[in-house]
C-alpha cells in the first residue's frame, strides 16, 4: 500500500514563507501532487511532480526528490487567503495511478 | 464552478436509511473517482469508474455501491446508514484513467442522525 507523512499544522505570518514537507512510501512510484482545500470546500490541484527538481507555479513551488521519497510544497509571499488544508498525493503503477491522499497540512496566515 | 457536479450539496438521514449520491464528471472526463472525507481527515479512495467500468476499488464498505451510467455520469449508494458514515463525499474526474490533476466536486455533506 501507500503511506504519506506530512505535519498536520503550520502557522505563520502574512508575507512570510511556509514549507510543507511530505514524504511517502509506495511502490511503483509515479509522480507527487498538490491540492488546496479551503474549510470544507472542493480540493483543487496545485501542482505535480513525476521527476526530481522544483516546479514554479507562481508563488507557489513543488519539489521532488525520488531518491528520498521525499516532496515539499513551497509557499512564497503567504497571504490571508492561503489559509487552506494542504495535502499531498501519490501516485503509482501499483495502485493503477490513482491518488492516495496524506492526511493534509492546515496552514494559519496571521496578520 | 468547476465543472463537476455533485448533488445533493447536504443530506441529513436516519441510520439505517439508504442515500443516493449523484456526480456528473466534467465534459469530456472519462474517468470518476468517489472519495469520503471524514471530519479534520484525509481524503479516502472509495472507488473509481473509468468509461463506464470499474477500474479500481479502495476500503469501500460492502455496504457502499456505486455505478457510472452510459452518460458517464456516477451514483454512489450508500445502505444501512451508520453514524459513523457522516462525512464529506468527493467525486472528481479527469480525462484518461492514469491522470494527476483530478478536479473535485463541491461535495455531498452526509449527516446521519
Known amino acids: 500500500g501507500q503511506s504519506l507523512e506530512q505535519p498536520s499544522e503550520v502557522t505563520a505570518v502574512e508575507g512570510a514563507i511556509v514549507q510543507i514537507n511530505c514524504t511517502y512510501q509506495t511502490s511503483g512510484f509515479y509522480g507527487l501532487s498538490w491540492y488546496q482545500q479551503h474549510d470544507g470546500g472542493a480540493p483543487t490541484f496545485l501542482s505535480y511532480n513525476a521527476l526530481d527538481g522544483l516546479e514554479e507555479t507562481g508563488r507557489f513551488s513543488s519539489f521532488l526528490s525520488r531518491s528520498d521519497s521525499y516532496g515539499y510544497l513551497l509557499l512564497q509571499e503567504l497571504q490571508m487567503k492561503d489559509s487552506a488544508s494542504y495535502f499531498c498525493a501519490v501516485s503509482s503503477r501499483s495502485n493503477d495511478y490513482k491518488l492516495s491522499f496524506g492526511a493534509g497540512t492546515t496552514v494559519t496566515v496571521r496578520a | 464552478d468547476s465543472g463537476v457536479t455533485q448533488t445533493p450539496k447536504h443530506l441529513i438521514t436516519a441510520t439505517g436509511q439508504r442515500v443516493t449520491l449523484r456526480c456528473s464528471p466534467r465534459s469530456g472526463d472519462l474517468s470518476v473517482y468517489w472519495y469520503q472525507q471524514s471530519l479534520d481527515q484525509g481524503l479516502q479512495f472509495l472507488i473509481q469508474?473509468?468509461?463506464?467500468?470499474?477500474?479500481a476499488k479502495g476500503n469501500i464498505l460492502e455496504r457502499f455501491s456505486a455505478q457510472q451510467f452510459p452518460d458517464l455520469h456516477s451514483e454512489l449508494n450508500l445502505s444501512s446508514l451508520e453514524l459513523g458514515d457522516s462525512a464529506l463525499y468527493f467525486c472528481?474526474?479527469?480525462?484518461?484513467?492514469?491522470?494527476?490533476?483530478?478536479?473535485f466536486g463541491s461535495g455531498t455533506r452526509l449527516t446521519v442522525v
Open positions: 472528481a474526474s479527469s480525462l484518461k484513467a492514469g491522470s494527476y490533476g483530478y478536479t
Open positions: 469508474y473509468y468509461n463506464g467500468e470499474e477500474r
